[in-house]
C-alpha cells in the first residue's frame, strides 16, 4: 500500500504525461465539469454580454441593438468635467498609497509587469476620480456611483473587519485545549443561517422599541439607537450584521492555517529574544500568509456582492445611505425590466472585481519563493 | 504536543520556569487558574456571541400574540411549542425537506466528484490550455450571481425544465470554488505518490480512483459541507424555478407561509420556521465538524 | 517558469504556483487561443438567443380580437374538467382550510382566498379547476411573477397591484377580454376602480379589493385629550391647524404620540403624504404624464409632517411591525394604519378602539389607496378555452368581492357590496364608508411606476433621517423622477 512519507526530498514535480495523452487525460478530467460550467456559467454570461449592448427588455417588450450606451449611460452624463481639486483629499491618498507601496519593492529592485500594472491602475483610479458634474450638469445614473460608494465602503470596513476578527479569534482559540472545539463551533454557528433568517434577527434585535439589545443597554443609561432608520448607523449594522453571519467561517480557515505553523519557528523566534508581539509578526503572519491571502480576496469578493442583508433590513434606506450596487442591478433587472442595461452593470462589477483580486493576488501574494 | 507547548510559551511564559529566588513555583497550579479564566472568558463570549439566536430561540417559543405586544425578554413569555410543531403540521413541510435533501445531496456528491476530477487534473496533469481553461474557471468566481441569473432562468424555460430537481442540481454544480479548493489540494500531496503509483503499474484513472481520492477525503468533505449549506440556504434560484408546491425546497416552502405583514402577527411562527429549516444542517456541522478543520488545513497548503 | 519544487514547506507557493504555471509565450499564444474562443462563444450565444424567445408571444390587434371570439365561442362541455392556475400573494394556509368551503370561516387574507377557490372549485357548475402555482413570501412575488412571465410559462389568472398592472399590460403579457360577456359587471364598481383595470382604452384586470389607509383610535387616549365626542365617535381634524391643536393636546394631557406609523423602511409615511398632496388637488406626476413633483402642495404636505416632527407628536423611528407595536402599548392615539388590520383590532385591541377615515387636513378627502386585481398573462398556446376557465373563475372572485371584504376589512370595489346590509354590519365598517366610496386615490398608471416613488420616497427619507431642507428635497427628486421620466 502506498503511504505518504514525510519527508520531501526537494525535487522538480515533472508533469504527469507529455504531450496528446496528457491532453487526452486531461480532457477527460475537466470535461465533465468544464461541460456544466461552459452551460451554465459561461453561456449566461456570454449571453449577458450580448445582452448589454442592447436595450433588452426582461419582458420582450424591446430588442435593440444600441452598442456601448448602457455604458455610457452608466458611466457618463450631461456636462461632466474633470478636475484637480474634487476628492483632492481621497486621490492624495491613493497616490500616496500607491508611492509607499513603490518604495519597498523599488529598494528591493523587484518591480515586476504586475507591481507596475497596480500602480498605473491606482494612478488611473486617482485620475478619475477627478470627474464630477459641473454646475449644470448631472450623472446619467447617479444611483450608479451612490451604490458604488456604498458598496466601497462597505468592502473597506467589513474585510479587514472580518478578516482580523476571524484571525484574532483564531489565535485566542489556539493551543488545543479542551473545549476549543465547542468555542469553535458557537462561534461558527451563526454561518449555517440563511440570509433571510440572519436579517430577521438582526433587524429586530437592533429594532429601539422591540429589540434585545436597546432592552439591554437601557439599565446602562444608553437611549435606544435607531440603528437602521438613521443614516450614519445603518451602514455599521449591515456590516455588524455581515460580520457576525460570517467571521466563524474565517475563524475556521485561520484555526487550520495556524496549526501548520512550524513549531520549530516559535521556538527559534523565542531563542532570538522575540516576545509575544514579535513572534506573530515573524512567525505567524508568514506562516498564515496563504490562508490571509485567501480569506482577503474571497472576502473582498464577497463584498463586492452584498446584497441580501441590505436588500431585506434596510431596504437600500434610509434615503440611499445602503445601496449598493447588486440591488440596484437586480432592480434594474426586476423592477424596471431594463436587462440590458442591468447586464451592462453586471460586467462592470465583474471587470472591477476582476481587477482588484488580480492586483490583491499578485500583490499581496508572494514576492519572496522559498 | 509542539503546538500545545508553543500556545503556553505565548500565553505564559513563566510558567515553565522556575522562579530565580529558587521557591519553586507550582506550575500546574499557575496554568489551572489560567485556564479557568481563559474558559469563563471564552464561555462569555460564546453567550455573547450567541445571544441572537438564543434570543431567537427564546421568540420562537412564545405564544405569538404576546409576541405582537413585547418582545424584549430572554426567557419566552406564554410558552409554548406550537409555533414549532405548526412548521411539521404543514402537510408539505417533509415533502420540503425531502426537496432540500434531495437536491442537496445530489449536488454535493456531484459536484465532489466533478471539482475533485478537475482539480486533479489542473494540479497534476500537464496540457495545452490547462491555464486559460482554469482561469477562465477562477474567474467565475467574480460573477455576480443574483446579476446573472436570468439567462440561466430562461435557458431552462426554453427547454421547459423548470419544477424539476435537474433544474435545481445542475447550474449548481458548476462552482469554480470547488475546483479552487480540489486544485490547491491536489499539489500539494507529494509526487512520490504517484511515481509509486505509475510504477505498480496504475494507469491515471486507477491512479486517481484508487489512491487520489481517498488522500483527498478531508478537503472532499469540507468542500462538500460548504457546498450543502450553500445549496441548502439557497432561496433565489428555487424561487423561480421551482415553482409549484410539491417541488419548492425547505427555504422557499417556509417562505411560502409567511403572509403579508408575517413580522406583526406571528413572529414567534417566524422564527420557529428560521430555527426548524436551519436544523439539519445544524446536526450536519456537528457531525462532520472534526472533518471540516482538517479538510481545510490540507487545503490551505498544510502538511 | 517551471512548477515549483515541492520542498519540506510547500504552503508559500502552492497559491500563486497555480495560477502561474505557462510561461510568457505560452501566455501570448494562449492569449490569442483565447479571442478565438470567445469570439466562437459569442457568436454561438448570439446564435442561441435567436432562437430562443423569452416572454410570450405578442399579438397584433387582429389577433386580439379574434381570441374575444374564440373566448365567447367556447362552449360548457369543452370547460369540463380544465385546470388552470392561480398565482397570488397572500401566503399558505393549507393546513386550515384544507377541504373548507365556507368562506363565512375565514379569519385572514390567506383563509379567504383560499377558501374561496376550493369554494369555486367544489361548486362551479363548468367543472374547472384552480390550482395555486408558486408560493413567495410577500416580498418576493413579483420577483417570481416576473420570471414566469420571461419564462414563458405564468399562471393562467394572477394577482396584481393597480399600479404593476400597465407595465405587464403595455408589454403585451395580459389578456385583454371583454367583460361584459363573463358577467363581470364593472359599472358597478367606483370610477376609481373601473379606471383601474382599463389600460389604453381595454379592461386587463377585474378588481378585488382596495385598501387604504386609516385612522385606528385608540379611544381612551383621545378621549382623555378631550377629543371625544357624545356620540362616541371621534372629533376628527379638518385643517392642518386643527391637526396641531390636537397634537398638542394629547401630549399635553396624556404624554403620547399623536401618530403611530411606520416611517423605517416602510410605506406608510410616504402614503400619508401622498395623501396629503392628493387632499389639495394635486399629484406627484401630472395627468400629462409629466413630473410634478417640485409644487406648493408637496411642499405644503412636508412641511406640516416636519412640524408634527418636530414637535415630538410623531417619530421616524419605528417600521411597520414597531408602530404597531407602539399604538397597541398605549403610547400613541393614532394608529396610522390600513384597512387590513380592522378585523384583527376590532377583536383583540386592548383598550377602546374605534376606526375613521383618515382626516381631510388639506382640503377635500382624499387618501392614498392601492388595489388587488386579477389579471390573465398571456400564454405560449393562447388557448381560449383555458382563458374562458380564467374568466370564469375571475367572475366568480368578482361575485364573491363581499365575502372577501368582510374577511379582510379590505374595501370591495363594488359600490353595491360596500352599501349593503351585510357590509355595513361588519365591524366598523360604516366607519370608513366614505373612504371606501369617495376618497380612495390610487396612484398615477404610469410606466414603471415602483421606479418613480422609490425615487421620490429616497428623497422624502432624506428628508425626515437626514434633515434635508424640502425645497432641495422636493427639486431633486423632481429631476430624478423627469429623467426616469424620459
Known sequence: MVTIQADRRVRTPRPRRNGKAGLRYGIAFIAPFVALYVVFVLVPVAQAVVMSVHDWDLLGATREFIGLDNYVRMLWGVDITWSMGHLFWWRMAILVLAAVLLVGPARRRRITLWRTAGLLALIAVAFALGFHPAETGFWFDPRFWTAMQNTLLFTAVSTPLIAGLGLAMALALQGGRRGVRWYQMAFFLPYILPVSVVTLIWTYFLSPNQGLLAALLEPLGIAPIPWLSNTDTAMIAIIATTVWWTVGFNLVLFAAGLQDVDASLYEAASLDGAGPWGKFVHVTLPGIRHVLLLVMVMQVIASFQVFGQVNIMTGGGPGSSTDVVIRHIYQTGFRDFELGYASAMSLVLFAIMLVVSVIQMKFLGKDATK | MTAVSQTRALIAPGAARPRKDGRQQVPGLRRATATSWYHVAMIAATLVWLLPMIWMTSLALSDNAALAQETQFLIPRDFTLDNLLGVFSVGLTSRWFLNSAIVSILTTVVTVLLCAMAGYAFARIDFRGKAIVYGSVLAGLMIPKEAMFVPLFTMVADVQMHNTYAALILPRIAAPLGVFLMTQFFSQVPQEVEEAARIDGAGPWRTFFFIMLPLARPAMIALAIFTFVQTWNDYLWPLVSATRAEMFTITTGLASLQGNFAQATELGSLMARGLVGSLPLLIIFLLFQRHLIRGISMTSGGK | ?486
Request: some cysteine.
Open chain 3, 1 to 486: 517558469m517551471t512548477r515549483p519544487a515541492l520542498t519540506g514547506n510547500p504552503n508559500p507557493a502552492a497559491l500563486a504556483a497555480v495560477l502561474d504555471t505557462t510561461s510568457t509565450t505560452e501566455r501570448k499564444h494562449m492569449h490569442k487561443k483565447k479571442i478565438a474562443g470567445a469570439a466562437a462563444s459569442l457568436t454561438a450565444a448570439a446564435l442561441l438567443l435567436t432562437a430562443c424567445g423569452t416572454g410570450t408571444g405578442t399579438e397584433g390587434g387582429n389577433a386580439a380580437a379574434d381570441l374575444t371570439e374564440q373566448i365567447a365561442a367556447v362552449t360548457d362541455d369543452q370547460l369540463d374538467g380544465v385546470t388552470i392556475t392561480m398565482s397570488r400573494m397572500f401566503g399558505d394556509c393549507e393546513e386550515t382550510t384544507q377541504g373548507v368551503t365556507d368562506p363565512s370561516l375565514a379569519a385572514s387574507e390567506c383563509e379567504a382566498i383560499q377558501i374561496l377557490t376550493n369554494q369555486f372549485n367544489d361548486e362551479n357548475e363548468y367543472g374547472i379547476t384552480v390550482e395555486r402555482l408558486g408560493g413567495a413570501d410577500w416580498h418576493s412575488y413579483y420577483d417570481a411573477f416576473n420570471a414566469s412571465v420571461a419564462g414563458g410559462e405564468p399562471a393562467d389568472i394572477a394577482n396584481l397591484h393597480d399600479y404593476s398592472m400597465s407595465d405587464y399590460a403595455q408589454r403585451d403579457q395580459l389578456l385583454a377580454f371583454d367583460a361584459e360577456a363573463v358577467g363581470i359587471d364593472l359599472s358597478d364598481s367606483t370610477t376609481q376602480a373601473q379606471s383601474s383595470v382599463v389600460y389604453d382604452g381595454d379592461t386587463y384586470a377585474v378588481p378585488f379589493d382596495s385598501h387604504a389607509i386609516l385612522a385606528h383610535i385608540n379611544t381612551d387616549i383621545l378621549g382623555a385629550a378631550g377629543y371625544m365626542g357624545e356620540d362616541g365617535r371621534p372629533i376628527m381634524p379638518t385643517s392642518a391647524d386643527e391637526l396641531l391643536e390636537m397634537a398638542a393636546a394629547v401630549k399635553e394631557k396624556t404624554g403620547t404620540y399623536l401618530f403611530s406609523l411606520g416611517v423605517a423602511n416602510d410605506d406608510m409615511a410616504w402614503r400619508m403624504f401622498y395623501s396629503l398632496v392628493r387632499q389639495q388637488g394635486s399629484d406627484v406626476v401630472s395627468a400629462d404624464g409629466e413630473a410634478q413633483i417640485d409644487t406648493p402642495e408637496a411642499a405644503a404636505a412636508l412641511e406640516l409632517m416636519n412640524e408634527l416632527i418636530e414637535g415630538g407628536y410623531i417619530h421616524t423611528d419605528a417600521d411597520y411591525a414597531g408602530s404597531i407595536d407602539e399604538w397597541k402599548d398605549g403610547k400613541s392615539a393614532i394608529l396610522v394604519n390600513g384597512t387590513w388590520v380592522v378585523n384583527e383590532y376590532a377583536a383583540t385591541a386592548p383598550f377602546g378602539y374605534a376606526v375613521a377615515d383618515f382626516p381631510a387636513l388639506m382640503g377635500e378627502p382624499a387618501v392614498w389607496a392601492s388595489s388587488h386585481m386579477w389579471v390573465l398573462p398571456r400564454q405560449r398556446d393562447d388557448d381560449p378555452v383555458a382563458y374562458r376557465a380564467a374568466l370564469e373563475f375571475a367572475s366568480f372572485l368578482y361575485d364573491n368581492t363581499d365575502v372577501w371584504a368582510v374577511a379582510t376589512g379590505h374595501i370591495a370595489p363594488r359600490v353595491s357590496v360596500v352599501e349593503s346590509a351585510a357590509y355595513q354590519a361588519a365591524p366598523n365598517r360604516e366607519f370608513y364608508t366614505s373612504t371606501a366610496l369617495d376618497a380612495i386615490r390610487f396612484v398615477p398608471q404610469i410606466d414603471n411606476w415602483t421606479a418613480v416613488k422609490d425615487l421620490i420616497h429616497t428623497q422624502l427619507e432624506e428628508v425626515w433621517f437626514n434633515g434635508k431642507d424640502v425645497a432641495a428635497a422636493l427639486g431633486e427628486a423632481q429631476s430624478r423622477v423627469e429623467q426616469q421620466l424620459d
